[in-house]
Nanobody
Framework: QVQLVESGGGLVQAGGSLRLSCAAS????????MGWFRQAPGKEREFVAG????????DYADSVKGRFTISRDNAKNTVWVQMNSLKPEDTAVYYC???????????????????WGQGTQVTVSS
């Protein structure tokens, strides 16, 4: 079992930056691929960024490539996403997710992930 708690969301002006954190508990964190997803009102949950168990492989949605960076520290049981050059269209609730399987590659679909945090709101004003 893995429990995830996100933090770091807030209100920021367009062009600004935020760093979201996801603190995880559970023995399998260091073996699990992790993902960040987001969901805006009236829209489906979408993949933002993912990182494999070692941190050696990452993947990003086209909409955030070059602006967002995902990272992890297995010793701290934490995953981050650094979000720069934020745009109003980045406004959403951001969720951290963990894959139950171990030593897998990053998955891009929400249903591949078994554990979810409660979400943190990111609002970008124009």
């Amino acid at each position: 079992q893995v429990q995830l708690v996100e933090s770091g969301g807030g209100l920021v002006q367009a062009g600004g930056s935020l760093r979201l954190s996801c603190a995880a508990s559970g023995r399998t964190f260091s073996s699990a691929a992790m993902g960040w997803f987001r969901q805006a009102p009236g829209k489906e949950r979408e993949f933002v960024a993912g990182i494999n168990w070692s941190g050696g492989s990452t993947d990003y949605a086209d909409s955030v490539k070059g602006r967002f960076t995902i990272s992890r520290d297995n010793a701290k049981n934490t995953v981050w996403v650094q979000m720069n050059s934020l745009k109003p269209e980045d406004t959403a609730v951001y969720y951290c997710a963990a894959d139950r399987r171990i030593y897998t590659t990053v998955e891009l679909t929400p249903k591949a992930y078994d554990y979810w945090g409660q979400g943190t709101q990111v609002t970008v004003s124009s």
